[in-house]
């Protein structure tokens, strides 16, 4: 079971990223997915998930009508598309599952079982 985050960058205030998760080992609509990130000196936040079965999406209040979050079960792919990037946006982004069974998300990061390794993402003011 392995989850790859990628599409992370240097990118300027303003612009926008598609930040991939490719899973693998498992199938990927059976549990939850999430993005977060964690920025230097700072805990580790809960940005979007995805549920299991119907895939709700569910966002933090802090970036709800910039983030997108969307599920590709053919190419086993979660993204994470972000827009009206700001420099305070600039974090390690990670996704992670969730093998609960549960049929809705959570973005508390301590629910989560498995990690991918993150993609920095970098924005210049």
């Known amino acids: 079971v392995q989850l790859q985050a990628s599409g992370g960058g240097l990118v300027q205030t303003g612009g926008s990223l598609n930040l991939s998760c490719a899973a693998s080992?498992?199938?990927?609509?059976?549990?939850?997915i999430g993005w977060f990130r964690q920025a230097p000196g700072k805990e580790r936040e809960g940005l979007s998930c995805?549920?299991?079965?119907?895939?709700?999406?569910y966002y933090a209040e802090s970036v709800k009508g910039r983030f997108t979050i969307s599920r590709d079960n053919a190419e086993k792919r979660v993204y994470l598309f972000i827009n009206s990037l700001k420099p305070e946006d600039s974090a390690i982004y990670y996704c992670?599952?969730?093998?609960?069974?549960?049929?809705?998300?959570?973005?508390?990061?301590?629910?989560?079982?498995?990690w991918g390794q993150g993609t920095q993402v970098t924005v210049s003011s």
């Open positions: 992670a599952a969730d093998f609960r069974r549960d049929p809705y998300c959570r973005l508390d990061w301590r629910f989560y079982n498995r």
């Open positions: 080992g498992f199938t990927l609509d059976y549990y939850a």
């Open positions: 995805i549920s299991r079965g119907d895939g709700r999406a």
